[in-house]
């Protein structure tokens, strides 16, 4: 700890780096200080608000010199919303970081030192890009507000317009507070686990410029809910369906299992690399349908498929990855967990006339140990997995390093988890060829990767 720092010290320090949550990171006598705000290249004057054993935070002051990739950000919420850590820097500058973010996970956490990465691919077009949005709903002061919660906090901003999203959303909003108004329905409030209306989700299909209003609520009973269905429909002539989801639980999880149609139907569709995808409220789907496109076609390239290959697709979702692989492969096993996406999986193999696939629901580190060892087991060629940001179990580990296939594809949203599992691999007979990083989240500091494996 840095005896000399305390809480109320201002100090000079200059950031040289961001981590995950957007911070400015700077070092003052090889003590790390923490200043959200900050961007490489930036020297600030702070003011010290937390001091820990071995690192500080820091509320920026006043920028001293300001750093040559710093911009000024289009979004006239971008100081208080907690969605677009990277607004306040260049694109091409922020494509840079994050490249470099996957390059130190993999030197640092994975302890590669030779492995080559791929130039990360950008967005010409870098914002409205997003197929889905979760918003708030919240009242104060009598005034109800729908948009996102601010940095470190619960509270809700009103937002008229994301730039990440449509802008014609804001008339949906209108008429939802309208019916809010007119019916006088109330609003859910996280402490007491009181009132009625949580969130707003609309998912967008950008093929066919239709759009899916899902209202989540506290409880089954809704009121007047062809007035609410209307109102939303009159607003965007775009809106094909209209769902109430029902989530009872308390804690941050926005969607309940349960949902009512009040409008249209259960679903929208969109396509990637001309394959037809059904998105019903519960699955999943990239945010991102163009980058999507970037990033599975990388995804086949590695897999490289010949014809011949059984191809194991292990957090397959709604069936995305595996259809587009089943095109070139003899045999494709899609795992998920969520029972809706292997529905959903089921259905759009259907709709693209796809006969060589087959959806399994259960998770994959107890699906694919079974699979393997049933008579006389199902052996992959190929393993493509696209697991959550806390990387794949030991268990599954184990049994595609037992199972032996040619090659394997690891698609990851997190460049930590990304390189232990790359270690773990590469320790028990694997060779890490390649890495091609992609943007699917511009102005924010995710970012998503693809990595090809090969069997030594």
């Avoid at 989530?247 to 299992?257: E, F, M």
């Avoid at 184990?398 to 199972?403: A, H, L, N, P, Q």
């Amino acid at each position: 700890m840095n005896k000399n720092l305390e809480v109320g010290h201002e100090i000079e320090i200059t950031i040289n780096d961001l981590i995950d949550s957007g911070e400015g990171i700077g070092k003052l006598n090889e003590f790390a200080v923490f200043v959200e705000g900050a961007v490489p290249g930036d020297t600030i004057k702070c003011k010290i608000t937390s001091v820990k054993k071995t690192y500080a935070y820091g509320e920026l002051i006043e920028i001293i010199n300001s750093s040559e990739i710093r911009d000024t950000p289009k979004c006239q919420y971008f100081n208080e919303c907690g969605g677009c850590q990277m607004q306040n820097v260049k694109y091409q500058e922020q494509l840079k970081l994050k490249e470099k973010s996957v390059k130190d996970a993999l030197k640092r956490i994975g302890e590669f030192k030779d492995i080559k990465i791929k130039a990360i691919v950008g967005m010409k077009e870098n914002f409205r890009y997003r197929n889905k949005a979760s918003y708030a709903i919240s009242e104060v002061n009598g005034e109800v507000r729908i948009g996102f919660k601010k940095r470190n906090s619960h509270d809700v901003i009103d937002i008229e317009d994301c730039l990440l999203q449509d802008k014609e959303y804001v008339n949906i909003f209108k008429a939802i507070k309208k019916y809010i108004a007119d019916f006088k329905v109330t609003i859910y409030n996280v402490e007491t686990h009181k009132g009625l209306l949580r969130h707003v989700v609309i998912k967008k299909s950008f093929s066919e410029n239709t759009l899916m209003v899902i209202l989540v609520t506290n409880r089954s009973k809704l009121v007047m809910t062809k007035a609410l269905a209307k109102g939303i429909v009159e607003s965007d002539n775009r809106v094909v369906s209209v769902i109430q989801n029902i989530n009872k639980v308390v804690g941050s999880k926005i969607l309940g299992n349960d949902n009512k149609i009040l409008f249209g139907d259960d679903h929208i569709v969109d396509k990637i690399s001309g394959m037809k995808f059904k998105i019903s409220p519960l699955s999943f789907f990239q945010v991102n349908s163009s980058q999507a496109e970037v990033l599975y076609e990388k995804a086949i390239e590695y897999a490289d498929l010949k014809g011949e290959e059984t191809v194991f697709d292990l957090y397959s979702g709604i069936g995305s990855i595996g259809m587009l692989m089943a095109k070139k492969a003899k045999k494709v096993y899609g795992v998920e967990s969520v029972k809706s996406a292997v529905i959903d999986a089921w259905g759009n193999a259907k709709l693209n006339d796809i006969a060589n696939i087959e959806f399994i629901t259960g998770r994959a580190e107890k699906v694919i140990p079974k699979l393997f060892n049933k008579g006389e087991g199902v052996k992959a060629d190929v393993v493509v997995v696209d697991p959550p940001r806390k990387g794949c179990d030991k268990e599954l580990l184990d049994t595609m390093i037992m199972m032996e296939p040619e090659r394997i594809v690891y698609v990851s949203c997190k460049a930590s988890t990304l390189a232990r599992d790359l270690r773990i691999l590469c320790d028990n007979g694997y060779k890490l060829v390649d890495v091609t990083p992609v943007d699917m989240f511009p102005h924010t500091m995710n970012v998503e990767s693809v990595s090809k494996l090969v069997r030594k």
